[in-house]
T-cell receptor, first 116, second 112 residues
Framework: AQTVTQSQPEMSVQEAETVTLSCTYDTSESDYYLFWYKQPPSRQMILVIRQEAYKQQNATENRFSVNFQKAAKSFSLKISDSQLGDAAMYFC?????????????FGQGTRLTINP | DAEITQSPRHKITETGRQVTLACHQTWNHNNMFWYRQDLGHGLRLIHYSYGVQDTNKGEVSDGYSVSRSNTEDLPLTLESAASSQTSVYFC???????????FGNGTRLTVT
């Protein structure tokens, strides 16, 4: 079974600085998706960014980018120019690309604090 | 706009009672999922469904059941609530294996 590990329970960063959240995963599959979700205090789960394993290019979405290292099974999230609204829990998640295996497997989460 | 709604948003119940949490989506998605969120565990899969009359157990399914009689709804039932089931419960849906999950806003359940 696949597992996802986020080794940083909490992180903090100064506003306007850059922060990187770590995620590692374990799988024997070669084709899959990886995701980062943001959960603000409202409890809403918001998709931040998605990476397809067969794509070598790292995904980017505005200030958010990932460093996808397939061989190392690592998928870190970089937030540039941190803003107060980025404060939230961040979850890394894995999804198999096999038909009938569409469920997400989540990491434990990292709570990100932005210091003004 | 299409959406996924969960009700109630908060629920307090007593040990041993049967509780049902509702999940309704208007996306017309075939795939629906129930997760529970606990500190230190992230979100863990309880049950999931890939279509009407299809249900499957997730990694933490003991004490929970679901039924899928139509595309829009996947109610989650706690047969006999236990204090260990105090948690925040999320329902989610997706169109296909290539599309992201859409989440509801969660139900906070407290079992006293």
């Amino acid at each position: 079974a696949q597992t996802v590990t986020q080794s940083q329970p909490e992180m903090s960063v100064q506003e306007a600085e850059t922060v990187t959240l770590s995620c590692t995963y374990d799988t024997s599959e070669s084709d899959y998706y990886l995701f980062w979700y943001k959960q603000p205090p409202s409890r809403q789960m918001i998709l931040v960014i998605r990476q397809e394993a067969y794509k070598q290019q790292n995904a980017t979405e505005n200030r958010f980018s990932v460093n996808f290292q397939k061989a190392a099974k690592s998928f870190s999230l970089k937030i540039s120019d941190s803003q107060l609204g980025d404060a939230a829990m961040y979850f890394c998640a894995y999804r198999s690309n096999f038909q009938g295996a569409q469920k997400l497997v989540f990491g434990q989460g990292t709570r990100l604090t932005i210091n003004p | 706009d299409a959406e996924i709604t969960q009700s109630p948003r908060h629920k307090i119940t007593e040990t041993g009672r049967q509780v049902t949490l509702a999940c309704h989506q208007t996306w017309n998605h075939n795939n629906m999922f129930w997760y529970r969120q606990d500190l230190g565990h992230g979100l863990r899969l309880i049950h999931y469904s890939y279509g009407v009359q299809d249900t499957n157990k997730g990694e933490v399914s003991d004490g929970y059941s679901v039924s899928r009689s139509n595309t829009e709804d996947l109610p989650l039932t706690l047969e006999s609530a236990a204090s260990s089931q105090t948690s925040v419960y999320f329902c989610a849906s997706s169109e296909s294996m290539y599309s992201p999950l859409h989440f509801g806003n969660g139900t906070r359940l407290t079992v006293t």
